[in-house]
């Protein structure tokens, strides 16, 4: 049995979170941290982690950048394992992030979905074999019209791991509005969408000479999120310390 914290529990991928565990006999939400009650998670919600008084093995956090911070601080201190799935961190707290693994066991994706992941290995394969055989790599992604960010974190992801199979030899192109060329060949085109309440669209195209192949993934729920969160926290119970990402879950 997992005991797990939920960090950002008073926030909608905290009750998601909450209601798989609840199903989940291997894994249990002893206490949450949050920045108001939430009547019905079952367990006691903390203002502050250094006030939870119960054990547990690992911490979820889906809360949000601002409170990244205390919550590396607080890891870092007591080398508790954590599973971070908060988005939109600065460069310095990537870094941060890093430099807290070293003392812990800290599990960061860009992306939670176990579909996502199992994409992101498929799609090295898939570059291995149509990048030098000339193919154009284009990705498009499509989000709800409140996402702040473009391209996504996952869109960029996808693009790293075609990239990485092929020596980083692509540029990354995210407008072509202001020129008036024809496509160069170690171009990798990322378009983004916001638009209605899509919860997360991707396709990876690589388009030859009379043949294009689509790699996809669609979200229809925030859930498939906390899915995979819950499955990297079963597996990061026990870990040693380092930086782990959803690959190694998916092995």
Known sequence: MVKALMHGASGHMGAVVTDICSEDADIEIVAGVGLEDAPGRGYTIYRNIDDV???????????????????LTYVEKNSKAVVLCTTGLSDEQVARVSE?????????????????????????????????????????????????????????????????????????????????????KKELGISAVRAGTIVGEHEVIFAGTDEVITFSHSAYSKAVFAKGAVSAAKFLKGKPNGLYDMGDVIG
Not at 101 to 126: C, D
Request: glycine fraction near 4%; aromatic fraction near 8%.
């Open 53 to 71: 008084k119960e054990d547990f093995d690992v911490i979820i956090d889906f809360s949000s950048a601002a409170a990244i911070d205390s919550l």
């Open 100 to 184: 807290v693994s070293k003392k812990a066991a800290v599990l960061r994706s860009a992306n939670m979905s176990l579909g996502v992941n199992t994409l992101f290995k498929i799609l090295k394969q898939a570059a291995e074999v149509f990048v030098p055989a000339g193919y154009d790599v284009e990705i498009v992604e499509k989000h709800h019209n409140q996402k702040l960010d473009a391209p996504s974190g996952t869109a960029l992801a996808l693009a790293d791991a075609v990239n990485d199979a092929c020596g980083d030899s692509f540029e990354y192109v995210y407008d072509r509005s202001n020129v008036r060329r024809k496509r160069d």
